[in-house]
């Protein structure tokens, strides 16, 4: 048992498993600042990391009808996934097999056919070629024929589509376990991107990694989340799976322990929320920490009136933050109404560069349009599709609490330069960045 209680339920199933993890042997070798930039490691992680790993491409919820279309920049490729004709959604690399063209600029749209902008040689929506101006001109050696685009190994989970280079990696549900067993207790599928959000960073991808694998900078780096959720590693838990991926199980919907008084504050970012589940903030007078279980009393009583099914839920995903990452470069921080989903994408050409995104994935109650969100602390409605917001760091919000990640990391890439630094010191709550730097090795060794 894990220091997140979970108590029996009669008659449903109890949503995750929270069974603490053993703990893995870890290394002590020095996580050096070279990581961080060095061409050639950041090289050696495009061969061995970035192709070889399940990656997300788009949200299933974009495709909607044959022709629809997504691209996504992801270092030196863009991926191109596109729905079939037989609504299957099928990942390319986007380049045109005459002479390298990129076929699709756009990030997302519908076609009927993927026509090159250049020669217009044309594919149908499963990648064959269809089209060839001038085709006798060819000689029929070269086979213009046989000249499809390249697929890319694709396959759906959780309301995304994922891609993987490789073709020979493991299936998606085994390279995900145990995450994809753990998720499933929440309707993935239903959740709508209410945010989209991508920022060029000039940081490299692993200090995000790092940071969203440890809640050690949550106390000073986020001093309002004390008064919303239970910071303190000493009451949280921290899983390492075998698979590299982790997790860490923080308490929400109250103050954390150590935090006497601060009501106002409380009510500030809660109150909202406290009473969209018929609970007054000023009954709570002087026992704040009681609104954890009150909270999860009354959303398991008006849920299905309020339009949620929170049948698959344990109590304390009611209230609580489940926060997981995954290896390499995700996070899905889980919410009782929501994922703030987060990654960071290799740059195509500096590793001292990466793309940021912050997708906020909400989960609205049945028949409701608009729908209060604690975790961005803002109305948001799901009939405005989310537009893709993409600049340098400060020209959009990810969120108060992201926006105050985002704030440290390229400080944190320039100073480690410095001649000053030589290699980390990490405290034991920090051991997921430990395990992230172990396998990534681990990875690496592969070749
Ligand atoms: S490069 Fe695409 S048709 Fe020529
Ligand atoms: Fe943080």
Known sequence: ???????????????????????????????????????????????????????????????????????????????????????EIRCFYNVCQHRGMMLVTAETGNMRRLTCPYHAWSYDLRGNIKTIPDEPDFAPELACRTKNLVPIRTECWGGFVWFNMDDEAMPLREFLAPVADHLDAYPMEKMVRTTWVTIEGDFNWKLVQDNFNESYHVFHAHPQLKYVAEFSYLYSQFDLYPSGHARMLMAGGAPSRTVRGGEPEIIRQMGEHIRFWGLDPDDFAGRMHDLREALQRQKRKLGAEKGYDFSSYDDVMLTDNWHYTLFPNLSFSMKPDGNIWLRARPHPTDPEKCFFDMWYLNLFPEGQTTYYSPTMRDWVSMETPAPHQTGKAGEYTMGPTIDQDLALWSAQQKALHSRGYKREVLAGQESRVRYFHDNLDRWMARG
């Open 1 to 87: 048992m894990g220091k997140i209680e979970q108590k029996p339920q009669s008659g449903r199933p109890i949503g995750i498993d929270l069974t603490k993890a053993p703990e893995p042997e870890l290394s002590n070798k020095a996580i050096t600042p070279e990581r961080y930039w060095d061409r050639d490691f950041w090289k050696r992680e495009w061969e061995t990391v970035w192709t070889r790993t399940w990656q997300v491409a788009a949200m299933v919820n974009q495709f909607n009808k044959p022709g629809d279309f997504v691209t996504l920049e992801f270092g030196t490729e863009v991926i191109l996934a596109v729905m079939g004709d037989d609504s």
